[in-house]
C-alpha cells in the first residue's frame, strides 16, 4: 500500500541551506527536460541550496572543471519553451568502468555535491543506482590514495539520488507519462493529420514509422488519436497470416468509400517469431496484392524535436520539484528513487524495482511471452491496447446489424448527445460511443443540437462510417448548445425521449451537461421516461466539474494558451523591457490561468479560487520590477482569469501595472477569447476522449441489461445517473445526486479543486519567496503507480 510523504506538512525558504545539488540530463533528449531543469534549480534556491549544472551528463561528471558550474535564479530564465536540454546530454564510456565513476566522484566531493537529479532513461537511472551503491568504496579509495581529506569523506559520505524518466518511448515501468511522451505524441499527430490530406486528395495508403525501439507506446496511443487502420508494436505482433488479413480489411474499407489509409509501424514491431516488420515490408505488400498507391514517411527524430507541450511542461515542473524535496527527505538508508507520475499525482518509487521490472518487458519479449510483457507495461498501456482492438474492428457483428450499423434488428436504442460549449475532444468519444455501440449489438442515435435537436426531432441512426474521420475534428460535429433540461421542458423531453425509445443515454458536455443530467435523476418519480441509465462524460476547457480531475478540452485548450504566451512573449525580443497581461476563459474556475501559467513560466496568474487585494497586486508590481531590474529579465508574463474579480478587472491590472512599472517596464494587454476553444484536438484528449467513451458506452449496457423486467428497462436508482470522471488514479461513476453535495452551483465550479495545491509552486518558480509550500509527493510502489488506467 502506499504510505503518505510529507503532504500537507509545508516547506520553509530557506531551511536547507548549506546543501548542494547537482542536476544533469543524460543520455537521449526529450522535450521537457529543461522545465524540470529549471524546476530542480529554483526549488533548491528556494530551500537554500546550491545548485549545480553538470554538463553534457555523465561525461560531464567525469571530465569536471567547467563542466560543473554553479546555477544562479537567472541561469533558467526563459528555457522552459525550449526543447531539447540546455545543459546537454552526451553517452559516457568511461562512466561505465570504475576508474570513471573515481573521477566523477571526486569531482563531486570537491563540490561538496552529495545529491543528484538524473534526468534520463533507465540505462541513465541504473547508472546512477551503481553510483550510489559504490560511493562509500570509492570515497574509501580517494581518501586512501590522499584525492580527498579524511574530513571531505565524513562530511560527503552519504550520495542521495532522486531520477527523473525524460525519455519519448514512455518504455519506464512505474511512471504513467515520462518527460517528452506527450510532445512527441503531438510532432506524431501533427504529421499523421497533415499526411491525411495529400492521402486522401490521391486515395494513397501511407506508411508512417515511428520511435518505439522496444516500446510500442507511442505507435498504439497515435493510432488511437489519428483513427489509424492498422498498428504494429512490439509487444504484440500480429498473428500470423496478418498480410492477408491486413490486405482483407483494407479492401473492405476502400468497398466503403474510404479513401485513404494509415498504417503506423512501431521502429522496434516484429511478428510472433521475432522477424522484424519493416514498412517498407508493409508498403511491398499494399503494393502487390491490393494495388494501392502506397508511400513511407519515417518521422525519425522530428519526433524529439520542437518545443515541449503543456503537458511535458507542467510535468517536468512538478517532478523536478518533488525530486528537490525527495533528496532533502533523503536519510543514509532512503534508496534511490524515481519521481512518478500516478494519476494527477507526482509520487516516489523506488528505483530499482522499476528498473528490474522494465528489464523483464524486454525478456519476456525475448521469450516471445507476449500477454505478459503487455501486463508488465501497466494498466495504462493494457487499456490503450484493449481499446484499440475494440475500435479498430471494421465493423459490428454482422449478425446484429448491416455492415453500416444503422438498421439492427434488436430493439435496444442508445442515444448520444452534446450539451454545453463545444471543446475539443467531444468528436472523438462521439466516434468511441458509436463505434463500440454498434459493436456491442444496440442501435446508436445521434441527437443533434442539444435538447434543441431532440425536441425538434434531429434525431438520426449513426452508422459506421458516418463518424470516420471524426477523432481528429475540432469543435462539435454532432452540434451543442449551452442549455439545460429545466430550461428546455422536463416534460417535452421526456415525451421525446419515450416516443424515440431510447432506453440509454451518453451526454457529453460541461457543466449544463451535468446539471441536466441531476434535474433529469431529480425528476424521475413525475417522469417515468427517464428512468434510463444516463452517464456524463466531462468536455469543457474550463475543467470545472465536480467528480473529475481532467475534463475533455482543456488539454487542447492549455496547449493553445501556453503557444499563444510563447509568441507573445517572443513578440517582444529586442525591444525594451515589456510585461503582458493576458486573460483566459474558465468562467470562475482558474485551471486554465494556473495551469498555463505555469507551463508558460509566468509571475503570477490571478484567479476567483484565490483571494486578492490591492496590496497582493501591488507587492506583485514591485516584484516584478525587483526581477527586472536585479535579476536580468527583459519579459514578464501575468495571467488572470476572466471571472478572478469583478473589479480588479485586466483593464484595471493592465493600468496598475502600466502605470507602476514607468521608467523599468512597458505593459500590453492581450485577450484571448475564443482561440482557445478552436484548434483540433490535442494526442491527449483523442485519447482521453476514446476510452473514456468505451468505459461509458461499456457501463451504460451493463446497466439496460440489470434493469431490464419484461422486456422494459426501469433504471431508477442513484446510480445510475453518473457522471465518469477522473479521480487521482481512477476512473470512477460517481452518481450525480452525490456530487451535487460538492458544488457550488451559483460559480459552477467543484468545492475541492485538487490543482489548487500546484500554485505554490508557480510563485516559487517565479522567484516569490512567500510561497508557503506544501510537500505534494507520496510514496508508492511500482504496482500501485501501475494499477491507473490514465493516458
Same mark, same amino acid.
Given at each position: 500500500m502506499a504510505t503518505p510523504g510529507r503532504e500537507g506538512q509545508g516547506v520553509a525558504p530557506g531551511s536547507f541551506a548549506g546543501k548542494a545539488i547537482g542536476v544533469f540530463t543524460s543520455g537521449g533528449d526529450s522535450q521537457g527536460m529543461n522545465s524540470a531543469v529549471r524546476a530542480v534549480v529554483r526549488m533548491g534556491l528556494y530551500l537554500g541550496c546550491k545548485v549545480y549544472f553538470i554538463r553534457e551528463g555523465y561525461q560531464g561528471m567525469v571530465d569536471g572543471s567547467s563542466y560543473i558550474q554553479e546555477a544562479q535564479w537567472s541561469s533558467v530564465s526563459g528555457i522552459i519553451q525550449l526543447g531539447g536540454t540546455v545543459i546537454g546530454s552526451a553517452r559516457c564510456k568511461d562512466f561505465r568502468d570504475r576508474e570513471g565513476r573515481l573521477k566523477a566522484a571526486h569531482n563531486l566531493i570537491s563540490h561538496n555535491i552529495t545529491n543528484l537529479v538524473v534526468i534520463g532513461g533507465d540505462g541513465s537511472l541504473t547508472g546512477a543506482n551503481l553510483f550510489r551503491q559504490e560511493w562509500a568504496s570509492l570515497l574509501e579509495d580517494l581518501q586512501t590514495s590522499g584525492a580527498i581529506t579524511m574530513e571531505q569523506k565524513i562530511k560527503c559520505q552519504h550520495l542521495n539520488i532522486a531520477g527523473l524518466v525524460g525519455s519519448i518511448d514512455n518504455d519506464f515501468c512505474g511512471t504513467d507519462m515520462t518527460i517528452g511522451v506527450d510532445s512527441a505524441l503531438h510532432r506524431i499527430i501533427e504529421s499523421v493529420d497533415a499526411i491525411t490530406t495529400t492521402a486522401s486528395s490521391h486515395q494513397r495508403a501511407f506508411v508512417l514509422e515511428v520511435m518505439g525501439r522496444h516500446c510500442g507506446y507511442l505507435a498504439l496511443v497515435a493510432a488511437l488519436a489519428s483513427e489509424a487502420d492498422w498498428v504494429f508494436i512490439p509487444e504484440w505482433p500480429p498473428e500470423a497470416g496478418w498480410q492477408e488479413t491486413l490486405c482483407k480489411k483494407l479492401a473492405v474499407e476502400r468497398s466503403l468509400g474510404q479513401r485513404l489509409n494509415i498504417i503506423l509501424v512501431a521502429e522496434g514491431a516484429i511478428d510472433r517469431e521475432g522477424n522484424a516488420i519493416t514498412a517498407q515490408m508493409v508498403k511491398d505488400i499494399l503494393t502487390k496484392e491490393l494495388k494501392i498507391d502506397t508511400r513511407i514517411t519515417v518521422l525519425g527524430h522530428v519526433q524529439r524535436g520542437g518545443s515541449p507541450s503543456a503537458f511535458d511542461r507542467v510535468l517536468g515542473s512538478r517532478m523536478g520539484a518533488e525530486a528537490v524535496l525527495a533528496l532533502m527527505d533523503a536519510t543514509p538508508d532512503s534508496p534511490a528513487v524515481v519521481v512518478s507520475l500516478a494519476g494527477n499525482q507526482t509520487v516516489r518509487v523506488p528505483l530499482l524495482p522499476c528498473v528490474e521490472r522494465t528489464q523483464s518487458v524486454q525478456k519476456a519479449m525475448n521469450e516471445k511471452n507476449f500477454e505478459e510483457a503487455v501486463r508488465l507495461r501497466g494498466k495504462s498501456f493494457q487499456n490503450n491496447l484493449s481499446t484499440y482492438r475494440l475500435l479498430s474492428k471494421l465493423r459490428p457483428p454482422s449478425s446484429a446489424c448491416n455492415p453500416e450499423g444503422t438498421d439492427c434488428k434488436t430493439s435496444r436504442n442508445v442515444a448520444v448527445m452534446n450539451i454545453g460549449a463545444p471543446a475539443c475532444g467531444m468528436n472523438a468519444a462521439i466516434r468511441s460511443v458509436v463505434r463500440l455501440t454498434l459493436t456491442k449489438g444496440y442501435k446508436i442515435l445521434g441527437i443533434q443540437d442539444s435538447f434543441d435537436g431532440l425536441l425538434n426531432g434531429k434525431v438520426a441512426p449513426m452508422g459506421w462510417t458516418t463518424v470516420q474521420g471524426w477523432?481528429?475534428?475540432?469543435? *462539435?460535429? %454532432?452540434?451543442?448548445?449551452?442549455?439545460?433540461?429545466?430550461?428546455?421542458?422536463?416534460?417535452?423531453?421526456?415525451?421525446? %425521449?419515450?416516443?424515440?425509445?431510447?432506453?440509454?443515454?451518453?451526454?457529453?458536455?460541461?457543466?449544463?451537461?451535468?446539471?441536466?443530467? %441531476?434535474?433529469?435523476?431529480?425528476? $424521475?418519480?413525475?417522469?417515468?421516461?427517464?428512468?434510463?441509465?444516463?452517464?456524463?462524460?466531462?468536455?469543457?476547457? *474550463?475543467?470545472?466539474?465536480?467528480?473529475?480531475?481532467?475534463? %475533455?478540452?482543456?488539454?487542447?485548450?492549455?496547449?493553445?494558451?501556453?503557444?499563444?504566451?510563447?509568441?507573445?512573449?517572443?513578440?517582444?525580443?529586442?525591444?525594451?523591457?515589456?510585461?503582458?497581461?493576458?486573460?483566459?476563459?474558465?468562467?470562475?474556475?482558474?485551471?486554465?490561468?494556473?495551469?498555463? &501559467?505555469?507551463?508558460?513560466? &509566468?509571475?503570477?496568474?490571478?484567479?476567483?479560487? =484565490?483571494?486578492?487585494?490591492?496590496?497582493?497586486?501591488?507587492?506583485?508590481?514591485?516584484?516584478?520590477?525587483?526581477?527586472?531590474?536585479?535579476?536580468?529579465?527583459?519579459?514578464?508574463?501575468?495571467?488572470?482569469?476572466?471571472?478572478?474579480?469583478?473589479?480588479?478587472?485586466?483593464?484595471?491590472?493592465?493600468?496598475?501595472?502600466?502605470?507602476?512599472?514607468?521608467?523599468?517596464?512597458?505593459?500590453?494587454?492581450?485577450?484571448?477569447?475564443?482561440?482557445?476553444?478552436?484548434?483540433? /484536438?490535442?494526442?491527449?484528449?483523442?485519447?482521453?476522449?476514446?476510452?473514456?467513451?468505451?468505459?461509458?458506452?461499456? @457501463?451504460?449496457?451493463?446497466?439496460?441489461? =440489470?434493469?431490464?423486467?419484461?422486456?422494459?428497462?426501469?433504471?431508477?436508482?442513484?446510480?445510475?445517473?453518473?457522471?465518469?470522471?477522473?479521480?487521482?488514479?481512477?476512473?470512477?461513476?460517481? /452518481?450525480?445526486? =452525490?456530487?451535487?453535495?460538492?458544488?457550488?452551483?451559483?460559480? $459552477?465550479?467543484?468545492?475541492?479543486? @485538487?490543482?489548487?495545491?500546484?500554485?505554490?509552486?508557480?510563485?516559487?518558480?517565479?522567484?516569490?519567496?512567500?510561497?508557503?509550500?506544501?510537500?505534494?509527493?507520496?510514496?508508492?510502489?511500482?504496482?500501485?503507480?501501475?494499477?491507473?488506467?490514465?493516458?
Open positions: 477523432a481528429g475534428k475540432g469543435g *462539435s460535429l %454532432l452540434g451543442t448548445k449551452k442549455q439545460d433540461a429545466e430550461g428546455a421542458g422536463l416534460g417535452r423531453i421526456a415525451a421525446k %425521449l419515450q416516443e424515440y425509445k431510447i432506453e440509454g443515454l451518453v451526454i457529453i458536455g460541461g457543466f449544463e451537461a451535468f446539471h441536466s443530467c %441531476l434535474q433529469i435523476s431529480e425528476a $424521475r418519480s413525475t417522469y417515468p421516461a427517464f428512468c434510463i441509465p444516463i452517464t456524463v462524460i466531462p468536455c469543457t476547457i *474550463s475543467n470545472n466539474l465536480p467528480g473529475s480531475d481532467f475534463s %475533455l478540452g482543456a488539454d487542447t485548450a492549455l496547449n493553445e494558451i501556453t503557444d499563444i504566451c510563447d509568441r507573445i512573449k517572443q513578440s517582444a525580443t529586442g525591444t525594451k523591457r515589456r510585461v503582458f497581461i493576458v486573460e483566459t476563459m474558465g468562467g470562475y474556475c482558474g485551471y486554465l490561468a494556473s495551469l498555463a &501559467a505555469l507551463a508558460g513560466g &509566468a509571475d503570477a496568474a490571478y484567479i476567483y479560487e =484565490e483571494k486578492h487585494s490591492i496590496l497582493d497586486l501591488k507587492d506583485d508590481v514591485y516584484h516584478m520590477k525587483e526581477k527586472i531590474i536585479n535579476a536580468g529579465v527583459q519579459r514578464g508574463l501575468i495571467l488572470r482569469n476572466e471571472c478572478a474579480n469583478e473589479n480588479y478587472t485586466s483593464d484595471f491590472i493592465y493600468r496598475l501595472y502600466s502605470e507602476e512599472g514607468k521608467g523599468t517596464f512597458s505593459c500590453r494587454l492581450n485577450v484571448l477569447g475564443h482561440m482557445q476553444q478552436g484548434g483540433v /484536438p490535442s494526442p491527449y484528449d483523442r485519447n482521453y476522449g476514446t476510452k473514456m467513451a468505451a468505459k461509458a458506452v461499456n @457501463w451504460v449496457i451493463e446497466q439496460i441489461e =440489470e434493469n431490464t423486467v419484461n422486456g422494459y428497462v426501469y433504471a431508477n436508482k442513484p446510480t445510475s445517473a453518473t457522471l465518469l470522471g477522473m479521480t487521482k488514479r481512477l476512473l470512477t461513476f460517481s /452518481p450525480v445526486q =452525490e456530487l451535487c453535495t460538492v458544488t457550488n452551483f451559483d460559480k $459552477r465550479i467543484p468545492t475541492d479543486e @485538487w490543482w489548487l495545491k500546484l500554485r505554490p509552486l508557480l510563485r516559487i518558480l517565479a522567484r516569490h519567496v512567500d510561497a508557503g509550500y506544501e510537500r505534494e509527493g507520496v510514496e508508492a510502489t511500482v504496482d500501485e503507480v501501475e494499477s491507473t488506467i490514465t493516458m
